[in-house]
């Protein structure tokens, strides 16, 4: 959620703070970043609220009692580097808050980005399965195929591992979306084909038998 | 204050502040510059923004939760609030920390 804009945070020093701040943050755990840059965006929205135009000297007393961008960056959790780590806090020793202690119900949703992704390693080629699959399934493999396309897309833009399944995918979903718009569009074709003969001929078309020859 | 002082304070500080922000929040919901301004006040504080990244951490754990409630004096503010997990851990810490701080206090004044 957006707070309202404030005649603070436009103020030179309030930019130049939250701009190094987001680079102190950059090698910092990806929710922490986005937590901590909008609530220290909030806490100056909210100290520097009492005044339309706040002076420098207002804003310089602000940003000190915030402390520097480099103290705010050692408290938060470096970004965990590799996957399925049992205990993140374990593996971050530099962590201002001991492991042990973090309370044992919590340990799965700390773990959670990185089991995540995990979790997601077999959607690719789940997804690779199913774009096969719709090669070979007339009309309702095109909204299979749609599918894969959209889900692969989303996948490939969140970050998602095995991406080679995810391209792989798209291409096999575009090659049934080509047979199925083929098959399709040459059915149609023949329809048509009948209907204008069927128009022509007025009646329905003679058998074989009309043609025999008299005996 | 030297600064050995200063380091043994700000160890101290970073091992029990977590349970600090639980026990501000275990009257009422706060918003973020009300906690820091509180914890500054108590001298448990010497950055307030380093409170942030902790807040986060503590909503990441269940500890505590969010929510954005209207302000009379300017944009909405966003509150946080103990959860059911947040007061059993700071249950679980206090009693802890008598018998420990009675520990420390005593071995202390038994240490000639």
Same mark, same amino acid.
């Given at each position: 959620?957006?707070?309202?804009?404030?005649? =603070?945070?436009?103020?030179?020093?309030?930019?130049?703070?939250?701009?190094?701040?987001?680079?102190?943050?950059?090698?910092?755990?990806? +929710?922490?970043?986005?937590?901590?840059?909008?609530?220290?965006?909030?806490?100056?929205?909210?100290?520097?609220? =009492?005044?339309?135009?706040?002076?420098? %000297?207002?804003?310089?007393?602000?940003?000190?009692?915030? *402390?520097?961008?480099?103290?705010?960056?050692? /408290?938060?959790?470096?970004?965990?580097?590799?996957?399925?780590? @049992?205990?993140?806090?374990?593996?971050?020793?530099?962590?201002?808050?001991? @492991?042990?202690?973090?309370?044992?119900?919590?340990?799965?949703?700390?773990?959670?980005?990185?089991?995540? %992704?995990?979790?997601?390693?077999?959607?690719?080629?789940?997804?690779?399965?199913?774009?096969?699959?719709?090669?070979?399934?007339?009309?309702?493999?095109?909204?299979?195929?749609? !599918?894969?396309?959209?889900?692969?897309?989303?996948?490939?833009?969140?970050?998602?591992?095995?991406?080679?399944?995810?391209?792989?995918?798209?291409?096999?979903?575009?090659? /049934?979306?080509?047979?199925?718009?083929?098959?399709?569009? !040459?059915?149609?074709?023949?329809?048509?084909?009948?209907?204008?003969?069927?128009?022509?001929?007025?009646?329905?078309?003679?058998?074989?038998?009309?043609?025999?020859?008299?005996? | 204050?030297?600064?050995? @002082?200063?380091?043994?304070?700000?160890?101290?500080? %970073? *091992?029990?502040?977590?349970?600090?922000?639980?026990?501000?929040?275990?009257?009422?919901?706060?918003? !973020?510059?009300?906690?820091?301004?509180?914890?500054?006040?108590?001298?448990?504080?010497?950055?307030?923004?380093?409170?942030?990244?902790?807040?986060?951490?503590?909503?990441?754990? =269940?500890?505590?939760?969010?929510?954005? +409630?209207?302000?009379?004096?300017?944009?909405?503010?966003?509150?946080? +609030?103990?959860? !059911?997990? =947040?007061?059993?851990?700071?249950?679980?810490? /206090?009693?802890?920390?008598?018998?420990?701080?009675?520990?420390?206090?005593?071995?202390?004044?038994?240490?000639?």
């Amino acid at each position: 959620m957006n707070t309202t804009p404030n005649a =603070g945070l436009s103020h030179p020093l309030v930019v130049a703070y939250l701009d190094d701040l987001e680079r102190a943050l950059s090698s910092a755990d990806q +929710q922490e970043r986005v937590d901590t840059l909008a609530s220290v965006r909030e806490h100056l929205t909210d100290a520097l609220a =009492g005044d339309a135009e706040p002076t420098t %000297k207002q804003v310089r007393a602000v940003l000190d009692e915030l *402390g520097s961008v480099e103290q705010i960056a050692a /408290a938060a959790t470096p970004a965990v580097a590799t996957p399925a780590v @049992a205990n993140p806090a374990a593996a971050t020793p530099s962590s201002p808050l001991p @492991a042990s202690t973090l309370p044992a119900s919590t340990a799965p949703s700390s773990t959670a980005p990185a089991e995540t %992704k995990q979790e997601r390693a077999w959607v690719a080629p789940a997804l690779l399965a199913a774009s096969i699959v719709s090669l070979v399934i007339p009309v309702f493999g095109a909204l299979m195929a749609i !599918g894969c396309i959209v889900t692969a897309v989303v996948l490939l833009r969140t970050g998602a591992p095995r991406r080679n399944f995810l391209h792989g995918s798209i291409a096999v979903s575009i090659v /049934a979306l080509i047979i199925n718009a083929v098959l399709v569009l !040459g059915s149609l074709a023949l329809f048509t084909a009948r209907s204008e003969v069927s128009t022509v001929s007025g009646g329905p078309v003679p058998s074989i038998a009309s043609y025999a020859p008299a005996p | 204050m030297d600064s050995s @002082a200063d380091a043994v304070l700000t160890q101290l500080r %970073k *091992g029990v502040l977590e349970y600090c922000v639980l026990a501000c929040l275990r009257q009422r919901p706060a918003y !973020g510059l009300e906690l820091a301004s509180q914890l500054a006040d108590a001298r448990l504080l010497t950055s307030e923004g380093t409170l942030y990244p902790l807040l986060s951490r503590l909503r990441k754990q =269940g500890l505590v939760e969010s929510t954005w +409630q209207e302000s009379t004096s300017g944009p909405p503010r966003r509150y946080y +609030q103990l959860t !059911g997990d =947040g007061i059993t851990a700071l249950a679980a810490f /206090a009693e802890t920390w008598r018998p420990f701080s009675d520990d420390v206090s005593a071995i202390l004044e038994d240490t000639p």
